[in-house]
């Protein structure tokens, strides 16, 4: 038993993908969440944009991330790029528009990041904003919470 564990650890750094089992999906305060479960934390006039615990954690070990292009533009709801687990692949909207000034390029080398750091380290792109008034067509963290358990039970 525990050469298996052993083999399926290696595999898993192999694979850059994670092997440790989550009790729950958290959810920041100090963010704001689309319905298509996209996080982002504003600062300023700029926006950090990424997938929250609850998608990662519904699409199992994540394997690749595409990466938009730097200096391209974003906008609210649209698609800027996808995320590919061992179970699917999910499009990646932007909750915020804006001009992309950057990319986590760590993504390319370590997808699992998306799991293990959803909001931290697993960060997908950070963007200037062009419409802070769009911040107000987006959930706060008490309704994210219950749009996901209302969305959970009827799964």
């Keep these: 038993m525990a050469s298996r564990m052993l083999w399926a650890s290696r595999a898993a750094a ?3 993908i ?11 305060g100090d963010l704001k969440y ?3 479960h996209e996080w982002v934390k504003i600062e300023g006039d700029s926006a950090t944009i990424g997938i929250t615990d609850h998608a990662q ?19 609210q709801g649209k698609n800027f790029g996808a995320v590919e687990s061992v179970k699917a692949t999910s499009d990646v909207n932007s909750p915020v528009s804006g001009e ?27 963007v200037k904003l062009s419409d802070p008034g769009e ?10 919470t219950k749009f ?5 039970a009827n799964h």
């Design 14 to 16: 192999y694979l850059r």
């Design 18 to 28: 994670s092997t440790f089992n989550r009790a729950f999906s958290s959810v920041l």
């Design 34 to 36: 689309a319905d298509t």
């Design 57 to 75: 954690d519904h699409l199992g070990d994540v394997v690749y991330v595409e990466l938009p292009e730097v200096g391209g533009a974003v906008s």
């Design 100 to 126: 992309i000034v950057k990319v986590n390029s760590e993504l390319s080398n370590c997808p699992g990041l998306v799991n293990a750091s959803p909001y931290e380290k697993g960060w997908i792109l950070k």
């Design 135 to 144: 911040l107000g067509n987006l959930m706060d963290s008490e309704k994210y």
């Design 148 to 152: 996901c358990e209302e969305e959970d």
